[in-house]
């Protein structure tokens, strides 16, 4: 037991310690987090302020100050929800776009076969013919199948 504490003062003898370093380390972490302290504070008095709470103490500039704020904020939500907006139409335009080319080809496909000129039996059809203005067309039909 005596030889393991001889050992351990030993160990500790040439271990240089750096103690000038490590307080220099420790005032300067002390300093940070006080400032980060000050920031969070303040931040959370911006938050209140900005949430209408606690105005009573404000001088005329901070309140000025606010609104200003406030009104910049609202221009700045504003400006992205008509950005967000006109993306969505593009978007919606191209996906028209998209449907028109398809209901093309299939008219063309269905004018080529001309199966819908074909009356057969038992076949009722309405075939409403749109104007250039109105792109749509609204056929129904109705097919028994079997014997009449």
């Known amino acids: 037991m005596q030889s393991a504490i001889e050992r351990y003062f030993m160990y500790i003898k040439e271990i240089p310690t750096h103690k000038p370093e490590m307080e220099q380390l420790m005032q300067h972490s002390r300093?940070?987090?006080?400032?980060?302290?000050?920031?969070?504070?303040?931040?959370?008095?911006?938050?209140?302020k900005l949430l209408g709470q606690g105005l009573g103490s404000c001088?005329?500039?901070?309140?000025?100050?606010?609104?200003?704020?406030?009104?910049?904020?609202?221009?700045?939500i504003r400006a992205r929800k008509v950005q967000l907006y006109k993306e969505q139409i593009q978007q919606l335009k191209a996906k028209e776009r998209m449907l028109l080319e398809e209901n093309a080809k299939l008219r063309e496909k269905c004018d080529g076969e001309k199966l819908w000129q074909q009356p057969l039996i038992g076949q009722r059809k309405v075939v409403n013919d749109c104007t250039h203005n109105n792109r749509c067309s609204e056929i129904e039909t109705e097919l028994f199948i079997g014997l009449p």
């Open 31 to 48: 300093i940070e987090t006080e400032n980060m302290v000050k920031e969070i504070e303040y931040l959370e008095v911006s938050k209140r």
């Open 59 to 76: 001088s005329l500039e901070e309140l000025q100050e606010i609104d200003s704020q406030l009104k910049q904020s609202l221009k700045n």
